[in-house]
């Protein structure tokens, strides 16, 4: 089950997103089927069959978002999280062979696309929760448990 958790950020990308199918790409599609309906047998129409499989596809996408943003709970920065790893902050940690590692602890549904976001669900995130600059961590890998060092923790992205 997936943690219900986002950034205001996160949030406002859903929103777009779900506005962008349901305004814009979705009525070009439908515009797609109407046409290629009116050329007569849809039975061997493949550009009637490739649209009306994109509309479903959309429209499964639109019913997921609705749900999803309406479950979601904006999680906003606190002076009282400064200097500890929580919901929303950027962290520098390293191994002990040297591997240094940046990203952000964000909710599930902001990670796609992004490789310096890791999902609160994470096992890494998990671990590195209430942590400190200094403060070492284990955590379980496929490779086994790997130790690790936190660096920095921020609240912004400078």
Not at 19 to 44: C, H, Q
Not at 79 to 105: L, S
Not at 111 to 130: E, H, Q, T, V, W
Not at 143 to 158: A, E, F, H, L, P
Request: charged share 35%; with cysteine; glycine share 6%.
């Amino acid at each position: 089950m997936k943690t219900n958790l986002i950034t205001a950020e996160g949030l406002q990308k859903l929103k777009e997103e779900l506005d962008y199918l349901w305004r814009e790409y979705r009525p070009e599609i439908t515009k797609k089927v109407a046409w290629a309906a009116s050329l007569g047998d849809r039975s061997e129409n493949a550009d009637y069959k490739e649209n009306k499989r994109v509309l479903r596809q959309i429209d499964s996408r639109v019913r997921y978002l609705r749900k999803r943003i309406e479950s979601l709970k904006v999680v906003s920065y606190s002076p009282q999280q400064e200097g500890r790893a929580f919901f929303g902050a950027w962290v520098e940690i390293e191994a002990i062979d040297g591997h240094r590692k940046r990203f952000r602890i964000v909710g599930p549904d902001e990670i796609y696309g992004r490789n310096d976001y890791i999902s609160i669900d994470s096992p890494m995130a998990r671990a590195l929760l209430k942590k400190e600059v200094g403060d070492e961590f284990e955590v379980t890998t496929p490779s086994g448990q790997k130790t690790w060092c936190v660096i920095d923790i921020r609240y912004n992205n400078d």
